[in-house]
C-alpha cells in the first residue's frame, strides 16, 4: 500500500490506510525529530559529547560517530571519518534524551511527535532505531509535518535535512557502497547516490528512510511531495525496483 501527501494533505492513498505495520527504520525519522524537538527545548545540545570520545549528539544523528551497526564495545574508527549507518548510535540517543529529560523514550516521543500530530495510530515498542508501528495515515501525517515543520523551525529542519559532515564515503544498507554517503540529522539525503531507493526524478534534496519491514517516506521538497509506503512484504530485491518505479510514477503524475 502507498499514500502521497502534499503541505495540504493526503491526495491518493491505496490498500488500507489505518492497518498497523512495523516501521522498522523509518523509526530513525520519529526519533530524529523528537531530538530536533529537545534541541530547541534546550534539553540536549547537538555539540554535547555522546557516544566514543570526540563523538556528539550530532554525530549520532548522522550516522558519523564511529560505531558500528549494532555494537557500541569499540568504535570502528574516529568520528567524522566514515559514514557507518548505526542502530546502535540510535539507540544511545534514546538513552541520552531520557536521561536529559526525565522521562522514558516512548514517553517522550508520544509527548514530542505523536500527539501533535495527530499520530494517534503509532506506538513504539523498543529500540528508537526500529521499534515503531503504525498505520500509513499516521506516516503522511508524519511526512506533512517535514513538508512544512511546526514541531521546530524551518531553519531547524533545513539544517537536519542538509548534508552533515560531507564527502563521507559508507554504505547504504540494501544498496552498497556510496561515495559520498550523504547524510543529515537523522534524515538520509538521496544526493548523488546510485543506486536509490528513491526514483530518478526524485531531487537530490530528497530525505527520508526506508526499513527492512517494507516501509519508507520520502520528502522531495523541490516537488512539494512526500510519498510513504507501509510494507507487508520485507525489503528484498523486489523494493530495488518498486519503490523507485512507483517514486517516478508519482512525480511524473503530479
Not at 125 to 131: H, L, R, T, V
Not at 175 to 181: E, H, N, V
Not at 238 to 249: E, G, H, N, Q, V
Request: proline share 8%; charged share 15%.
Amino acid at each position: 500500500m502507498a499514500g502521497v501527501t502534499v503541505a495540504g494533505g493526503a491526495v491518493e492513498i491505496a490498500g488500507n490506510p489505518s492497518a498497523v505495520h512495523p516501521w522498522a527504520s523509518v523509526t530513525k525519522l520519529c526519533t530524529a525529530l523528537a531530538i530536533l524537538v529537545a534541541v530547541e527545548e534546550g534539553s540536549i545540545a547537538l555539540d554535547e559529547p555522546a557516544g566514543p570520545p570526540g563523538s556528539s549528539v550530532r554525530h549520532l544523528l548522522a550516522h558519523a560517530s564511529g560505531l558500528g551497526p549494532q555494537s557500541r564495545e569499540q568504535p570502528l574508527c574516529p568520528p567524522a571519518t566514515r559514514r557507518i549507518y548505526s542502530n546502535a548510535g540510535f539507540e544511545l540517543l534514546g538513552e541520552v534524551l531520557e536521561q536529559r529529560t526525565g522521562m522514558s523514550f516512548a514517553e517522550y516521543l508520544a509527548e514530542a511527535v505523536f500527539r501533535p500530530l495527530d499520530m494517534s495510530g503509532t506506538t513504539i515498542d523498543g529500540s528508537p532505531a526500529s521499534g515503531v508501528s503504525g498505520p500509513l495515515v499516521d506516516l503522511l501525517r508524519l511526512g506533512r509535518e517535514l513538508l512544512r515543520p511546526t514541531l521546530v523551525a524551518e531553519a531547524t529542519m533545513f539544517a537536519a535535512t542538509t548534508v552533515v559532515y560531507a564527502d563521507l564515503a559508507g554504505v547504504l544498507p540494501g544498496f552498497g557502497r556510496q561515495d559520498p554517503c550523504d547524510w543529515g540529522l537523522g534524515f538520509e539525503l538521496k544526493g548523488r547516490k546510485t543506486p536509490h531507493w528513491t526514483g530518478s526524478k526524485n531531487s537530490p534534496a530528497t530525505f527520508g528512510h526506508f526499513g527492512m519491514s517494507g516501509s519508507f517516506l520520502w520528502v522531495d521538497p523541490v516537488a512539494g511531495l512526500a510519498c510513504a509506503s507501509i510494507g507487508e512484504e520485507p525489503f528484498g530485491s523486489w523494493s530495488t525496483k518498486a519503490w523507485p518505479a512507483l517514486s517516478d510514477a508519482v512525480l511524473a503524475a503530479q
